[in-house]
């Protein structure tokens, strides 16, 4: 791994102006962090070939290391192998929104390449170069699952650069889950076998029960759950999780969030104040100050031994199962949990579910693309691919701050995760886990429509309220209801239900 010795902050730019590589470095590739080159479209020899000497690609992206570090890396070694300068941009996640969306409404030609979540794609569709054919047919394209080519395609055409897969999924202990003396004291106390949960209700009792103890005997105090629960830090997200099996049914099509025919907003229907009381139920079992954390508290929280039992992107599983990890190959993955009853919004009535409804969250991710106003688009096109080439992606897959999860089939291989160190549960649970997200009938994606960000921004308020108290789930999400409305109407509903209907078509596996 090449390491990065500037540090790039906020608005800094990282200026890789570097010499075209010579001849003899089409022989070892290794310099560049790197096992090893593979083959493929975009592979380092094919990209070495290039010459870009005398041109510049200019290239916005996230604050160091989530998705910062990564986009640095390959921005050096792209800029080494083919003599072009790579200028760098990196923006905290609360200020990359604008600072993608003032310049192309004003018409400026920033950024010839984007890195940005791809829930914001219902905002920035109009701005991006639709994918060339040719590397929709490379290599590297082959075998992105059905979901993230659904996620990076809008209205039929291929208009985002899949280099990220994200998905919630629940995380857990298996040295106490899988301790038999654990699981006689649990069922000594509780009545009920010590088993992963299947429901929400199960998950709450189960943390209520393992906090504040020390139970993995290292001297400290463990904790339940570790959940995303910070307003502006993702907290949406995790509500999302905990909602979508009690608001999600089966066997009703047509929306999740708004009742695609008549734009009606759902958010506080019976099935999402469900889940929000189970939320606001569950915060007796966070860490000291985990009614305020963010994602990078959950990784470290969960990664770090702290708690029990976390959900959300990968990012905690993969610190846990890093080599220095004091828990590595003690965690197991499973599903999310689910319901036992759902709201079934046709009849206005819950239905019960023997086995427990299941509704994967396929969450947004990070994704890229190129600027429809860049004179560089060739060039923009081929970073993208060698961004996410073979080599690339199998190298960033393992560094869990990296934030780039598994995308293809082929990151969907067991072997390939015991081969960097983890043990057969470990590995098997977590490809099992992810591999049935894909082949689910009855999955939730992001809400990706224009202004996304009021819509969310607006339920993460709603969600705070009830978190903190200050009024019930069912009066917190009517207020959320209220303002969705008011967002719709300053929007336009006929544009947000055609925008909408690509999410439905996802959801409704409709392809």
């Given at each position: 791994m090449i390491k990065i010795n500037k540090f790039i902050g906020p608005a800094s730019v990282l200026a890789l102006a570097v010499a075209a590589a010579s001849p003899a470095m089409a022989k070892d590739y290794s310099q560049f962090g790197i096992e090893k080159d593979l083959p493929g479209t975009c592979s380092y020899e094919a990209i070495d070939a290039k010459d870009y000497s005398g041109r510049s690609l200019n290239v916005i992206t996230h604050a160091i290391p989530v998705i910062g570090e990564p986009t640095a890396l390959h921005a050096e070694q792209f800029a080494k192998l083919t003599g072009a300068e790579v200028n760098v941009v990196h923006v905290p996640f609360g200020d990359l929104f604008q600072r993608i969306m003032i310049p192309f409404q004003s018409e400026q030609n920033a950024y010839d390449v984007l890195f940005y979540a791809s829930l914001w794609i219902g905002d920035f569709n109009r701005f991006l170069e639709p994918v060339p054919q040719k590397y929709i047919d490379s290599t590297g394209m082959a075998d992105v699952t059905d979901s993230f080519t659904g996620v990076a395609t809008w209205n039929g055409q291929m208009i985002q650069y899949p280099m990220d897969g994200d998905r919630h999924y629940l995380k857990y202990r298996t040295d106490i889950f899988d301790n038999a003396d654990v699981q006689a004291k649990f069922l000594a106390d509780t009545g009920s076998e010590l088993v992963v949960p299947e429901t929400w209700e199960d998950y709450n009792k189960v943390a209520a029960y393992f906090n504040d103890s020390d139970w993995d005997g290292d001297g400290e105090l463990n904790y339940g759950s570790a959940e995303v629960a910070k307003r502006d830090d993702l907290m949406f997200s995790a509500f999302i999780s905990r909602a979508a099996p009690y608001a999600k049914h089966p066997d009703v099509k047509g929306g999740f969030f708004f009742d695609l025919?008549?734009?009606?907003?759902?958010?506080?229907?019976?099935?999402?104040v469900r889940g929000l009381k189970l939320f606001v139920d569950a915060q007796k079992s966070f860490p000291?100050?985990?009614?305020?954390?963010?994602?990078?508290?959950?990784?470290?929280?969960f990664g770090g031994g702290q708690t029990l039992m976390s959900y959300s992107w990968d990012d905690a599983?993969?610190?846990?199962n890093q080599a220095d990890s004091r828990i590595r190959n003690m965690v197991a993955a499973a599903p999310l949990p689910g319901a036992g009853e759902v709201w079934n919004r046709d009849t206005e009535k819950w239905d019960t579910f023997a086995t427990p409804n299941r509704a994967p969250y396929m969450t947004w991710g990070w994704s890229s693309a190129v600027s429809s106003m860049s004179e560089e688009q060739d060039m923009a096109f081929d970073f993208l691919c060698f961004f996410s080439n073979e080599a690339n992606a199998k190298h960033d897959l393992q560094i869990g701050r990296f934030g780039v999860n598994p995308y293809r089939d082929e990151h969907l291989d067991v072997d390939f995760w015991k081969g960097q160190g983890w043990e057969d549960k470990t590995a098997e649970s977590y490809v099992s886990t992810l591999s049935n997200m894909e082949q689910s009938q009855n999955r939730v994606f992001d809400l990706r429509v224009p202004g996304v960000s009021q819509f969310m921004s607006s339920m993460a308020n709603g969600v705070a309220e009830a978190m903190a108290g200050q009024k019930s789930a069912q009066e917190a999400l009517d207020g959320v209801a209220k303002e969705w409305a008011e967002i719709t109407d300053r929007i336009g509903k006929d544009r947000l239900r055609e925008a909408y209907a690509n999410v439905v078509k996802l959801e409704d596996n409709e392809g």
């Open positions: 025919e008549t734009m009606e907003p759902l958010i506080n229907s019976p099935g999402f000291p100050g985990g009614n305020n954390f963010g994602l990078g508290d959950e990784i470290f929280s599983y993969v610190q846990a």
